[in-house]
Every structure is written in structure tokens, then in C-alpha cells.
T-cell receptor, first 112, second 113 residues
Framework: GNSVTQMEGPVTLSEEAFLTINCTYT??????LFWYVQYPGEGLQLLLK?????DKGSNKGFEATYRKETTSFHLEKGSVQVSDSAVYFC???????????FGQGTRLTINP | DVKVTQSSRYLVKRTGEKVFLECVQD?????MFWYRQDPGLGLRLIYF???????EKGDIPEGYSVSREKKERFSLILESASTNQTSMYLC????????????FGEGSWLTVV
């Protein structure tokens, strides 16, 4: 079946540190891959996505590359800010299906 | 911009009450979803609708029902609320093309006492 495994949190970093949040997936075929972010008290919003192997999604300084050979879609940012504190969800959209499969979420806290 | 509006941000209901959570979208999307979010459990799909009057059970449908009488509106119904249904409820919508983004509402915090 389809599943997403995310790095367990919580993750705490200092401002300007390098961030990696790991995400690996299991899926048949070639799904689309997504990162969503949830700021405190809000719903989820799309951060970035990639729809085929070797695609790189990027937004707000965050990047993730669709790696078919390692079935991974790790989220990275070179220099985090306090405002990046949030919960991050990795998700996959199976080909031909309407429902997304979400990871458990990783809570990120950035200290000044 | 896509707008997904959930009618209530915060509700407090008593055990046994019937609860309605409403969701309206303005993008003419065919697919609409209800999730609940709990600490340590991530997002769990309750119900999914792919067209007016059509619905499909998600992973945790027990204790819930849904209604989709119009394309833009998807309602979640708790027939008899229980304390274990205290949670954050998220509505979402999506177009039909595979790979499309899911758009979420801001969430409804329900407390059942």
C-alpha cells in the first residue's frame, strides 16, 4: 500500500541553522509528493510539491527533491528563521487517486 | 486564491448532542474531504466526497456521517457527540487532476464535554 514515513519530532534549532526533515515513502507507480506546513492555530497550507522523479520543489527558501531511487523527498532549508516554527507534513498523491496520504507531521521550533 | 471556509473555528458541545460542521469552497472542486487531527496521530481521513451526493468512507468513519447536497458545501455530522471526538477538524478540497494540490480550511476546534 501507500505510506509516508517522516522524521519524528519535535525538532528544535537555533536561528540560521540548517534544516533537514526526512521523508520516505512507499507507493506503487509514480506519485506526486508534497510538503505542507501548519502554523500555530491554522489549517495546512501547501509549501511545495514535485510531480515526477528528479523534480525539485521550492518555496520560501525551502527545497525538496523527488528521489525515486531512494523513495525520498527530504525537506531542506539553508538558514531557518523563528517564523519557520510550525508543523511540517510530508504527503503523497498516488497516481490516478484523489486522496493524499500524509505522514505524521514534524513539529519544528526555532529559537532566536 | 482558493478559499475553503469552515463555519466555526471553536465549538463546545455536550455529550450526546448532534453537531454539524460546515465547509464551503469557492473553486468548483469536485473532491472534498474531512480530516481530524490529533497530537501524535497526524491527519486521519474521516470521509471523502468526489461529487454531489457521493461519498466514500475514509480511515475512521465510525461515529460520523456527511452530507453533500451542493458542490460547494460539505458537512460533517456527529450524530451523538462523545468526548473522544474532541479534536481539530479540517476540511479540504481538490480538483480532479491527479497530482493537484489539496487546499485546507483553517480548522474547527471541537470540545465535547
Amino acid at each position: 500500500g501507500n505510506s509516508v514515513t517522516q522524521m519524528e519530532g519535535p525538532v528544535t534549532l537555533s536561528e540560521e541553522a540548517f534544516l533537514t526533515i526526512n521523508c520516505t515513502y512507499t507507493a506503487t507507480g509514480y506519485p506526486s509528493l508534497f510538503w505542507y506546513v501548519q502554523y500555530p492555530g491554522e489549517g495546512l497550507q501547501l509549501l511545495l510539491k514535485a510531480t515526477k522523479a528528479d523534480d525539485k520543489g521550492s518555496n520560501k527558501g525551502f527545497e525538496a527533491t523527488y528521489r525515486k531511487e531512494t523513495t525520498s523527498f527530504h525537506l531542506e532549508k539553508g538558514s531557518v528563521q523563528v517564523s519557520d516554527s510550525a508543523v511540517y507534513f510530508c504527503a503523497l498523491g498516488p497516481k490516478g487517486a484523489q486522496k493524499l496520504v500524509f505522514g505524521q507531521g514534524t513539529r519544528l521550533t526555532i529559537n532566536p | 486564491d482558493v478559499k475553503v471556509t469552515q463555519s466555526s473555528r471553536y465549538l463546545v458541545k455536550r455529550t450526546g448532542e448532534k453537531v454539524f460542521l460546515e465547509c464551503v469552497q469557492d473553486m468548483d472542486h469536485e473532491n472534498m474531504f474531512w480530516y481530524r487531527q490529533d497530537p501524535g496521530l497526524g491527519l486521519r481521513l474521516i470521509y471523502f466526497s468526489y461529487d454531489v451526493k457521493m461519498k466514500e468512507k475514509g480511515d475512521i468513519p465510525e461515529g460520523y456521517s456527511v452530507s453533500r447536497e451542493k458542490k460547494e458545501r460539505f458537512s460533517l455530522i456527529l450524530e451523538s457527540a462523545s468526548t473522544n471526538q474532541t479534536s481539530m477538524y479540517l476540511c479540504a478540497t481538490k480538483g480532479t487532476v491527479s497530482g493537484n494540490t489539496i487546499y485546507f480550511g483553517e480548522g474547527s476546534w471541537l470540545t465535547v464535554v
